[in-house]
């Protein structure tokens, strides 16, 4: 299995665009997690999907970000409009129980200028 | 709400010699503890966990010890070596909801 598997690597715009992440889970896992992590706030959960539903969203940091899993092997985490305060790695992550034994992907280092 | 803490922000270690990085929690109810290893450019990637039923934890060359009283969780590394040089992050989850990371710890291994 090629692991979990994050495009793009990386993501420069402008402030204003629309950014799509993309996510592929490892197969056979029915958790899909995406955080953030910056050097100001560290590691966030953003939110989390059991067999493609949303659990858990909290961490959202507000309506201008939105997730989407439409089947068990992708997931898009969207955002619209991007300022550059949203600017960090984004993971994906996905595991077979939950946070625990979580495997991440290499992240997407997004940067809006 | 919950918030996690390290007590140390950089530890440097000899090779060979054990490494120990603690975490600080606040909340009481929390039930489940993670550690993870971050190396440079790359995910995290899960280390060990353990339940709030347990005190202790051992894996190869990890122990995880959670003491529920102060509230506190360290990792210990045995033997440490140059491949364990790394940011170490602890979780700390109440039934799944609430997941918290603490900042961070960054280990150097010495030669």
């Known amino acids: 299995d090629a692991g979990v598997i994050q495009s793009p690597r990386h993501e420069v715009t402008e402030m204003g665009q629309e950014v799509t992440l993309r996510c592929k889970p490892i197969?056979?896992?029915?958790?899909l997690f995406w955080y953030r992590q910056t050097m100001m706030r560290g590691l966030e959960l953003l939110i989390y999907?059991?067999?493609?539903?949303?659990?858990?969203d909290s961490g959202m940091p507000e309506d201008r970000f939105s997730a989407k899993m439409p089947n068990a092997s992708f997931s898009t985490l969207k955002i619209q409009p991007s300022e550059p305060r949203d600017s960090a790695v984004y993971f994906c992550?996905?595991?077979?129980?939950?946070?625990?034994?979580?495997?991440f992907g290499q992240g997407t280092r997004l940067t809006v200028v | 709400g919950e918030s996690v803490g390290l007590h140390l922000p950089t530890l440097s270690v000899q090779e060979g010699d054990n490494s120990i990085i603690n975490c600080a929690y606040s909340?009481?109810?929390?039930?489940?503890f993670i550690w993870y290893k971050q190396e440079s450019g790359k995910g995290p990637q899960f280390i060990i966990d353990?339940?709030?039923?347990?005190d202790k934890r051992q894996g190869q060359r990890v122990t995880v010890l959670l003491n529920k009283t102060v509230k506190h969780l360290s990792l210990q590394i045995a033997a440490t070596q140059p491949g364990d040089s790394a940011v170490y992050f602890c979780?700390?989850?109440?039934?799944?909801?609430?997941?918290?990371f603490g900042p961070g710890t960054r280990l150097s291994v010495l030669p």
């Open positions: 992550a996905s595991s077979r129980r939950g946070p625990t034994e979580a495997f």
């Open positions: 197969s056979g896992h029915d958790y």
């Open positions: 999907f059991n067999n493609n539903v949303p659990i858990d």
């Open positions: 909340n009481s109810a929390s039930d489940y």
């Open positions: 353990i339940r709030s039923n347990m």
């Open positions: 979780a700390v989850t109440n039934y799944g909801q609430n997941f918290v």
